[in-house]
């Protein structure tokens, strides 16, 4: 993700709604991520399609991670024998 420049990438509302074709191009095309104002406060961001998607995935890895992390403090773990005994046992039940 780019950093914001302030001057380019916050925008108010009005400004965005009047120019949304533009905006929606351009977020596509240099990747990087629009602010939109309302009131001369943050009221929404606007992200391409492929910069969202990536967020979505660490978001997604970060929050599994934090899981095991807490399933580990826990005690709650298998060893590789058993690990591997039940990925077979998984791979025999889909066949």
């Known amino acids: 993700m780019k950093s914001i420049q302030v001057a380019n990438d916050i925008v108010p509302v009005g400004q965005f709604k009047a120019d949304l074709a533009k905006y929606l191009r351009e977020v596509q095309e240099k990747r990087n991520s629009l602010i939109i104002t309302q009131n001369g406060k943050a009221a929404g961001v606007l992200l391409s399609p492929k910069e969202f998607d990536e967020l979505r995935g660490t978001?997604?890895?970060?929050?599994s991670v934090s899981r095991g992390l807490v399933e580990s403090e826990e005690g709650n773990v298998v060893s590789t024998e058993e690990l591997k005994s039940l990925l077979n046992k998984s791979r025999a039940e889909r066949r």
């Open 59 to 63: 978001k997604l890895f970060i929050d």
